[in-house]
């Protein structure tokens, strides 16, 4: 399986910190936005991904991540030249993922909980069909809503209702097989103009190819897109690593657990970072001796 995280659009929520600077590149605590649904993909186990964001901004991102060789990874990078809806991003550059299944996610979702990475190794098998995820949200006319029956079997998936049929929204990362260019490029833009990932979402539905899993109380998903739920993001990281005194989202930390990387990388890499980030990478090799 191959992933895509796409990392476009302007940020005009967090404006004016996305002026000059695209939002996934803002921090969030220690680490840049992108670390964080980056180091899902690596946790499911993929490692060929795609980057999809503006011309201004993918230098930005090549000069951080480069072509994600030191991390045990392939990287590749394409321009959007327009926010067209999350499910362009399948329209974008094809001929990166086609003939492969492929996990789209959003460059400003954070996911963090036990068992999390499991669930992610498994839902990267998908050979057929389509699988998403469900979060109880108590605001869920804010995003895509899915609606259950009594046996927990998807019936219906709405984009922004007024009147939601349930509290569970599906967060910013969808594994798709090989059928969702052909489904994607059937798409016609909504009113908003754009194409909707919840309506390529239905037509998996309407095929009855469309698994939901619901992620439970263990699990947090954050959405960064405003000032407020970046710093709430940042104070959670924050919180999370002081007391576990274990990081979130540590791309070189998982590369080695993953085995994309050896003990002597980790160290190179390590003894790049002279601060308190560096240190962690250390310890971690200390720690296995």
Request: with cysteine.
């Amino acid at each position: 399986m191959k992933g895509i995280i796409l990392a476009g659009g302007k940020g005009t929520r967090l404006y004016p910190l996305t002026i000059s600077l695209s939002k996934q590149l803002l921090p969030v605590y220690d680490k840049p936005m992108i670390y964080y649904p980056l180091t899902m993909l690596m946790l499911a186990g993929i490692r060929e991904m795609l980057i999809i964001s503006t011309s201004e901004a993918l230098p930005q991102f090549q000069n951080l991540i480069e072509d994600g060789g030191k991390w045990g990874l392939k990287i590749e990078y394409a321009a959007q030249p327009e926010p067209r809806g999350l499910a362009d991003a399948f329209l974008v550059k094809p001929q990166f993922y086609l003939g492969s299944p492929v996990c789209l996610i959003l460059g400003d979702n954070i996911f963090f909980g036990h068992g999390l990475s499991t669930q992610l190794q498994k839902a990267a098998q998908l050979q057929q069909g389509a699988l998403i995820f469900a979060y109880a949200v108590k605001d869920p006319h804010r995003y895509g809503v899915v609606q259950f029956d009594s046996l927990g079997k998807a019936l219906s998936i709405e984009e922004k209702p007024r009147k939601p049929r349930s509290t569970y929204a599906v967060p910013g990362m969808y594994f798709y097989d090989q059928q969702v260019y052909d489904l994607a490029s059937q798409l016609q833009p909504s009113g908003r103009g754009e194409l909707e990932i919840t309506d390529l979402n239905r037509l998996y539905l309407q095929k009855g190819q469309l698994h939901v899993e619901v992620l439970g109380r263990g699990v947090a998903w954050l959405d960064a897109g405003t000032h407020e739920s970046l710093l709430q993001a940042a104070n959670f990281v924050q919180t999370v690593e002081e007391r576990q005194g274990m990081m979130i989202a540590c791309p070189e930390e998982i590369a080695y657990r993953m085995d994309y990387i050896d003990a002597a990388q980790l160290r190179s890499l390590a003894e790049k970072v002279n601060n308190s980030y560096g240190e962690y990478l250390l310890r971690i090799l200390e720690e296995e001796k």
